[in-house]
């Protein structure tokens, strides 16, 4: 079935089935589902009969991008106005997670389900993380372990000599 023939009464009502790569369940309503690029190809496609699998993506986070997209498809049908500031609470409360972990897993999700709003408010978030930190900074923001040699690192600072200015 091809979400744009079918009203938003039947998309409301119609649900889909989602499993996350440990096992998890997830009910869904296809209007929130089909934010993501990836899932609304395959309604388009006619898969969305049985469960879906989502193998990349894990219970705790893909809870995150279904409660992502069950706001913003509720408030595609709100007013305008009133919409929009709910959407953009939501988005701000939801990137007040843990950079290290939550952060990137979301956003890997975003990418793998193809959710551009997500996607994008992600990407914020991580620069917002990294904004005006030194390296080391940044490496510890994100977990990240520092595998370079001090020669490695002082031939990359010459060759990136703008950067550092």
């Known amino acids: 079935m091809s979400l744009s023939s079918s009203t938003d009464s039947e998309s409301e009502k119609k649900t889909i089935v989602l499993m996350?790569?440990?096992?998890?369940?997830?009910?869904v309503e296809?209007?929130?589902?089909?934010?993501?690029?990836?899932?609304?190809?395959?309604?388009?496609?006619?898969?969305?009969?049985?469960?879906?699998?989502?193998?990349n993506v894990d219970s705790k986070t893909l809870e995150m991008v279904i409660e992502h997209c069950t706001r913003h498809a509720k408030a595609e049908r709100?007013?305008?106005?009133?919409a929009k500031a709910a959407a953009e609470e939501y988005d701000a409360e939801l990137m007040k997670v843990d950079a290290k972990k939550t952060l990137f897993h979301l956003m890997m999700a975003?990418?793998?389900?193809?959710?551009?709003?997500?996607?994008?408010?992600?990407?914020?978030?991580?620069?917002?993380?990294?904004?005006?930190?030194?390296?080391?900074?940044?490496?510890d923001?994100?977990?990240i372990?520092?595998?370079?040699?001090?020669?490695?690192?002082?031939?990359?600072?010459?060759?990136?000599?703008?950067?550092?200015?």
């Open 20 to 27: 996350s790569n440990d096992g998890v369940i997830f009910t």
């Open 30 to 55: 296809e209007s929130a589902a089909a934010k993501s690029q990836t899932i609304n190809q395959m309604i388009e496609d006619g898969c969305s009969d049985g469960t879906i699998p989502i193998p």
């Open 78 to 82: 709100m007013a305008e106005a009133e």
């Open 110 to 139: 975003a990418n793998y389900l193809n959710v551009h709003s997500l996607l994008q408010l992600t990407a914020l978030a991580a620069g917002n993380a990294i904004k005006g930190k030194t390296p080391d900074q940044i490496r």
């Open 141 to 143: 923001t994100f977990g």
């Open 145 to 165: 372990i520092n595998d370079l040699t001090p020669e490695e690192e002082d031939q990359i600072r010459k060759d990136n000599t703008w950067s550092y200015e």
